[in-house]
């Protein structure tokens, strides 16, 4: 399909175990992001990245959360030491440019025992 | 913070009726509103927007209205189908990159 693909689409894990999550972004689109949503809660930002530039990291809560894009195609965000508090549905987003409109994957559900 | 609040967790509508679904924000810097639908296991899906030079956009069954001075949003929908049973997402951007979020209300049209 054209759109913004997730893998794995649901992930269980123990607490302490690293988990890593993919997005691959529509074809041509330059920006990248990644939000979460906790049970309850709205969609929160992570990261961002926008063609070769430095990502906004900002919104990452702590640093056992990283993410990579390589090529300026495919994103993967690593999760180290998983806690509970981690488990949400993570979503990626691709735009054509910063500033356009945001196409958003169907999420990964990250469930952590 | 919440910089983006929609203040009600739900809403139930009647099909063929007007749905409102509110929103407001605290971040005066914010230019650029959305309003995005999500179904349940589906990632949220673009359905409007407005620029903070405008006051109103419209687009068939769905308008957006904006009040600047009051910092409020909102979506409205005529008439309601219960297609449009989804959870509607409010959000923000200053500058047009990344989005502010709110929590979400969840709107149920029933037949």
């Known amino acids: 399909g054209a759109g913004v693909s997730q893998s794995p689409s649901n992930k269980v894990t123990e607490k302490g175990k690293d988990v890593e999550l993919r997005c691959d972004p529509i074809s041509g689109h330059t920006a990248l992001y990644w939000y979460r949503q906790s049970l309850g809660q709205g969609l929160e930002f992570l990261i961002y990245f926008q063609g070769n530039s430095a990502p906004d990291k900002s919104g990452l809560p702590s640093d056992r959360f990283s993410a990579e894009r390589t090529g300026g195609s495919v994103s993967t965000l690593t999760i180290q030491r998983t806690q509970q508090e981690d488990s949400a549905v993570y979503l990626c987003?691709?735009?054509?440019?910063?500033?356009?409109?945001?196409?958003f994957g169907p999420g990964t559900r990250l469930t952590v025992l | 913070d919440q910089q983006v609040k929609q203040n009600s967790p739900s809403l139930s509508v009647q099909e063929g009726r007007i749905s409102i679904l509110n929103c407001d924000y605290t971040n005066s810097m914010f230019d650029y509103f959305l309003w995005y639908k999500k179904y349940p296991a589906e990632g949220p899906t673009f359905l409007i927007s407005i620029s903070s030079i405008k006051d109103k956009n419209e687009d068939g069954r769905f308008t957006v209205f904006l009040n600047k001075s009051a910092k409020h949003l909102s979506l409205h929908i005529v008439p309601s189908q219960p297609g449009d049973s989804a959870v509607y997402f409010c959000a923000a951007s200053e500058g047009g990159s990344t989005l502010t979020f709110g929590k979400g209300t969840m709107l149920l049209v029933s037949p």
């Open positions: 987003a691709s735009s054509l440019r910063a500033e356009g409109r945001k196409f």
